[in-house]
């Protein structure tokens, strides 16, 4: 069975310093991995996804993450965070064939906190 | 372009009630999910449509839950004789296709239930 696991469930950085949130995979086929962000009282919204073509990925609001399949990880990077960066982030696999590939499943979420 | 869009927003509900949440997908989008977002749980699959068909059920809790969709767009999921436990924030996603996981899922603002 699928898993992700979220290292992490709070994360506080200062504004301008450098924002990693671990996410770990278990999968024996390498998954379709994304990472949302939550802000309160709204749906996710998709920061990015993985799906083969390239291992780092861009994505929005200056988001990049990496995909390294020897450490089945896909850590999500911001080089300067923004108070506007507050927010819960879910890391999610969704695997590439198979049954029950329609789903995603999702980490357990980190809060990140930026202070002044 | 509209988004994912669920009513009501939200719900309060008395225990042994029932209740239904609605989702409006996408236009044009033929995969529809829906998950369950709660503080002991987390984000937990429910079930996915693919036009009217449910191919992954897996996720429904219990024989209270019920989804059906109809016409390929709306969807409903009814809850029967509700519970405290069944308090949580619903979402519902769509995205063009269930059969390609690298698709991205839109989530709509979500249903937040509370049953007393």
């Known amino acids: 069975a699928q898993s992700v696991t979220q290292l992490g469930s709070h994360v506080s950085v200062s504004e301008g310093a450098l924002v990693l949130l671990r996410c770990n995979y278990s999968s024996s086929v390498p998954p379709y991995l994304f990472w949302y962000v939550q802000y309160p009282n709204q749906g996710l919204q998709l920061l990015l996804k993985?799906?083969?073509?390239?291992?780092l990925v861009k994505g929005i609001n200056g988001f990049e993450a990496e995909f390294k399949k020897s450490e089945t990880s896909f850590h999500l990077t911001k080089p300067s965070a923004h108070m506007s960066d507050a927010a819960e982030y879910f890391c999610?696999?969704?695997?590439?064939?198979?049954?029950?590939?329609?789903?995603?499943?999702f980490g357990q979420g980190t809060i990140l906190t930026v202070h002044p | 372009g509209a988004g994912v869009s669920q009513s009501p927003s939200n719900k309060v509900t008395e225990k042994g009630k029932d209740v239904e949440l609605r989702c409006d997908p996408i236009s044009g989008h033929t995969a529809l999910y829906w998950y369950r977002q709660s503080l002991g749980q987390g984000l937990e699959f429910l079930i996915y449509f693919q036009g009217n068909s449910a191919p992954d059920k897996s996720g429904l809790p219990s024989d209270r839950f019920s989804a059906e969709r109809t016409g390929g767009s709306v969807s409903t999921l009814t809850i029967q004789r509700t519970q405290q436990e069944d308090s949580a924030v619903y979402l519902c996603?769509?995205?063009?296709?269930?059969?390609?996981?690298?698709?991205?899922?839109?989530f709509g603002p979500g249903t937040r239930l509370l049953v007393l």
């Open positions: 999610a696999s969704r695997r590439a064939g198979g049954t029950s590939y329609g789903k995603l499943t």
């Open positions: 996603a769509s995205s063009l296709m269930a059969h390609a996981p690298q698709e991205t899922q839109y």
């Open positions: 993985y799906t083969s073509a390239a291992t």
